[in-house]
């Protein structure tokens, strides 16, 4: 999935509890591996991908997209809408 101003990455890092967000890149999902980021150069960001994040939520038109998620209980809260 391509990130834009309107397809928006929102997560939580596992270790420092950060919260931020990414509107360029690209993502993708897949099971028991779990979410990968990659730059406009379409290299992978390790910092925040897999195991680095703790929670994840990609908002399209500030909707959150359902199959798009992971988020862990103590995080619902901080990632229950798109920031702005």
């Known amino acids: ?3 834009s101003w309107n397809c928006i ?4 890092l ?3 509890g950060v919260r931020g967000r ?3 890149g690209r993502i ?4 028991g591996k779990g979410l990968s980021v990659y730059g406009n150069s379409g290299l ?3 910092y925040i991908s897999g195991v680095k994040l703790r929670s994840w939520r990609v908002f399209r038109h500030g909707t959150p997209l359902p199959a798009w998620s992971q ?3 103590e995080d ?3 990632l229950a809408r798109e920031p702005f």
Do not use: C, G
């Open 1 to 3: 999935m391509v990130l």
């Open 9 to 12: 990455l929102v997560y939580v």
């Open 14 to 16: 596992r270790d420092s």
């Open 22 to 24: 990414l509107t360029s």
């Open 28 to 31: 993708e999902f897949e099971a």
């Open 44 to 46: 992978l960001n390790e």
């Open 71 to 73: 988020v862990m209980p």
């Open 76 to 78: 619902a809260d901080r």
